[in-house]
Structure formats: structure tokens, C-alpha cells
């Protein structure tokens, strides 16, 4: 069983940033995509950011390009979201998802919430 743990969230003001870590843990932990997803009240999840854990290579969202930046640390299986100049749309749950074998988004973290204020 592999377990996904955020942290990081919080309220912040309009144009701040926050960092949201995910730490995996687990005998069984194996990777092909690490993902952050977000879900706002009353909207779909949306996939916002994803890195490839064997090359590194990541994707983003038309709604986080040049503005997130997703990180991992292999050694330390975790990774990163960090969100500068962030706008209230951005107030979501963000939730951590593991892929373990390029089919499907199979672990997922409890969720950790970004608040924006305007």
C-alpha cells in the first residue's frame, strides 16, 4: 500500500506563493507520473501539473504554465508544487496522485487546501 502525504497549503493573499510538498511512502512505492490535481467547490478535478519520475520531464496546465513549477526528489520520494503569483481561481483542494505504471492515477493523498484571498 503506498501512502501520499501533502502539506503545505494555507491562505495566502493575492500575487503570494505557497509550496505544497507530497511525501510517498510505502514498500511497494513505484512511479511512472507523480501529479498534482485540484478540485474548487462545485468544479471537475483537474490535473494541474505532472513530472515523469524516471526522465524528469514535466506537464502543466494552460492555468499553471509559467507560473507553477512541479519538483521532485527522488531520494526522498516526494514532490514539489511550488505557485507563485497566485490568483483567487487557484483557491482549491490540491491533491497528490501516483501513477504507478503509465495507465492510471491509482494513490491518491488526502488533499490540501489553498485559500487565495483577493
Known amino acids: 500500500q503506498v501512502q501520499l502525504v501533502e502539506s503545505g497549503g494555507g491562505l495566502v493573499q493575492a500575487g503570494g506563493s505557497l509550496r505544497l510538498s507530497c511525501a510517498a511512502s510505502g514498500r511497494a512505492f513505484e512511479s511512472y507520473n507523480m501529479g498534482w490535481f485540484r478540485q474548487a467547490p462545485g468544479k471537475e478535478r483537474e490535473l494541474v501539473a505532472a513530472?515523469?519520475?524516471?526522465?524528469?520531464?514535466?506537464y502543466y496546465a494552460d492555468s499553471a504554465k509559467g507560473r507553477f513549477t512541479i519538483s521532485k526528489d527522488s531520494a526522498k520520494n516526494t514532490i514539489y508544487l511550488q505557485m507563485n503569483s497566485l490568483k483567487p481561481a487557484d483557491t482549491a483542494a490540491y491533491y497528490c496522485?501516483?501513477?504507478?505504471?503509465?495507465?492510471?492515477?491509482?494513490?491518491w493523498g488526502q488533499g490540501t487546501q489553498v485559500t487565495v484571498s483577493s
Open positions: 513530472i515523469r519520475w524516471s526522465a524528469g520531464s514535466t
Open positions: 496522485a501516483n501513477d504507478p505504471y503509465g495507465g492510471r492515477w491509482s494513490d
